[in-house]
Each structure stands twice: as structure tokens, then as C-alpha cells.
């Protein structure tokens, strides 16, 4: 059973393009959160999304930065228009389901770099 | 605003000695787990405690969650190179809120 997948692994940018970034849950996980971890810091929670729903999106940034996770493919963390401080590791982690003690498993994550 | 707040932040011991992590919070919440993360790499998880003053062991490692589910530790018996690594605690409630993460290095 494979793990949680995340591509690409490590991106580079310049100021002002997009970002995409693309995260497949384990095989029948239905839950998926994203987090960035920023230099010398914790992971921060960003938003929280079940299938063609975000539930939680209270850690996202007002502009530039979206997410969705359609009925078929994977979940998408998007940012437009990137930004030096965007510069971070942006993790996907998933869940089965809602339990309460909401188990998580993390992918590798993508580097983002922004020049 | 739930918070969690890991100490010691950086941990360099000898091997075979012992050491606890500490992971405090003023919030209440409905499981704790930690995560061991390695450079280059995503959070793994070691453990998920779910009930008030509950124990478990993981070889060497044993995590223990606070009666009232605000605080958690973890302690790690003679400490091995292989042990080095950034250990990260998080509080579940909808999304995990994490600590700072305690750097620990293992010098042989």
C-alpha cells in the first residue's frame, strides 16, 4: 500500500509565476490536509479537504493561495503570483476518515524555492 | 488559539544517555501524536495517544499522555546515534497543531 505521494519534490520558481503543487492520499484515505513548514519552525496548518470539499481553510493565506482535491486525481495546493517568503516545505498529509483521533500520514513534501 | 509548546527545543547528548521531551498546552485535545522527521523528509509517525494518562511503549521510546489530555512527554532510554532527529508533537482537534519540534543529536 503506497504512502502518501506528493510531486514534485523539490520546485524552483521566480517571483510572480505559479506554484502548483500535488498531493495523492493513501489508497482509501479521503481526508487531506496541507501544511508548510518554514525554515527553523514547526508545521503550520493550512487547509483541510475531503473529496470536491474544503472543510478547513483557516490556515491559508486571504490571496494568492488555493486548494482543491476534484473526485478524481489528486489534491492541487496552488499559489499565484509566488513571493520570496513563499519559500518553504508544503506537506500533504491524509486520513481514512473523521475518527477524532484524526491519525494523520504525511508525504515527503515539496520544497519550494523561490528566487 | 490552541498552542503547544515542546521543550527543550535542541537536545545534544552522549549515547546511551536518557532524556525527556516535554509537550505543554493550556487546550484540551482529543489525541496527541508524535512524529519523527528526519532532513529531506516528511513527518513519520511514532505514536497516537488518545486517552488521559495513558502509557505506550515503542521499543526504547515510551510516550505518556497527561491525565487531563493537555500535555504530553516523550522518553527515549539509552539514546542511540540512529535516535538523532527533529521530534515533533501535535495536538488533534479538526487539524493537528503543532509544537516547535525538539532537535535532538545523539553523539557516539
Known amino acids: 500500500n503506497a504512502g502518501v505521494m506528493q510531486n514534485p519534490r523539490h520546485l524552483v520558481r521566480r517571483r510572480g509565476q505559479e506554484a502548483r503543487l500535488r498531493c495523492s492520499p493513501m489508497k482509501g484515505h479521503s481526508h487531506v490536509y496541507w501544511y508548510r513548514q518554514l525554515p527553523e519552525e514547526g508545521l503550520k496548518f493550512m487547509v483541510y479537504?475531503?473529496?470536491?470539499?474544503?472543510?478547513?481553510e483557516s490556515g491559508m493565506p486571504k490571496e494568492r493561495f488555493s486548494a482543491e482535491f476534484p473526485k478524481e486525481g489528486p489534491s492541487i495546493l496552488r499559489i499565484q503570483q509566488v513571493v520570496r517568503g513563499d519559500s518553504a516545505a508544503y506537506f500533504c498529509a491524509s486520513s481514512p476518515l473523521w475518527t477524532g483521533t484524526e491519525t494523520q500520514y504525511f508525504g515527503p513534501g515539496t520544497r519550494l524555492l523561490v528566487l | 488559539t490552541q498552542l503547544l509548546e515542546q521543550s527543550p527545543q535542541f537536545l545534544s547528548i552522549q549515547e546511551g544517555e536518557n532524556l525527556t521531551v516535554y509537550c505543554n498546552s493550556s487546550s484540551v485535545f482529543s489525541s496527541l501524536q508524535w512524529y519523527r522527521q528526519e532532513p529531506g523528509e516528511g513527518p513519520v509517525l511514532l505514536v497516537t495517544v488518545v486517552t488521559g494518562g495513558e502509557v505506550k511503549k515503542l521499543k526504547r521510546l515510551t510516550f505518556q499522555f497527561g491525565d487531563a489530555r493537555k500535555d504530553s512527554s516523550l522518553h527515549i532510554t539509552a539514546a542511540q546515534p540512529g535516535d538523532t532527529g527533529l521530534y515533533l508533537c501535535?495536538?488533534?482537534?479538526?487539524?493537528?497543531?503543532f509544537g516547535q519540534g525538539t532537535t535532538l543529536q545523539v553523539k557516539p
Open positions: 501535535a495536538g488533534a482537534g479538526g487539524k493537528l497543531i
Open positions: 479537504l475531503q473529496k470536491e470539499n474544503i472543510i478547513d
